[in-house]
């Protein structure tokens, strides 16, 4: 047997903090179409090949002594944000806009991508975006298949 590599022991998780969990929990399944793996605390939504987290916020903790986790103060500064790259952003941008997502912009076509960005309800940046470099790289078909180990939804 050989032995496993680092990355494929990672399962990547974006962990997000909501005033109200459930109405992100609906906005992360009804609108961008995940699953719920599970609730309860903390809510796990399977999306794509990663989950999101979703809880509420609070303060410092002993592991995170000078850190408080809340939603964000003002939506139009970001530090951090999802990204979710899909084959077909038009027909992604069609789908959750009839679902209620209300995307910033339609999509724009840029160097290497055609990009649009939402957010979900507490303010949280999404970007949705569709590869056009001619090498692919950032299409699905050229990612390694350890991008998808032990990922559902």
Not at 102 to 117: A, D, G, N, S, V
Request: proline share 8%; net charge negative.
């Amino acid at each position: 047997m050989e032995p496993v590599s680092a990355a494929e022991r990672i399962v990547l998780a974006h962990f997000i903090v909501s005033d109200d969990v459930e109405r992100s929990r609906r906005f992360y399944t009804e609108v961008l179409g995940g699953k719920v793996v599970f609730s309860g605390g903390p809510t796990y939504v399977a999306l794509a090949n990663s989950w999101i987290i979703i809880n509420v916020g609070g303060g410092p903790t002993d592991d995170k002594p000078a850190v408080t986790l809340e939603t964000p103060r003002e939506p139009d500064r970001v530090s951090s944000f999802l990204n979710i790259r899909v084959a077909d952003i038009h027909a992604v941008y069609a789908e959750w806009s009839a679902r209620g997502a209300q995307f910033l912009t339609p999509p724009k076509q840029h160097q290497y991508e055609i990009r649009c960005y939402i957010r979900d309800p507490d303010g949280h940046l999404i970007e949705v975006g569709q590869t056009t470099d001619p090498s692919g790289d950032w299409s699905p078909a050229h990612w390694p298949s350890s991008t998808f180990s032990g990922a559902s939804g």
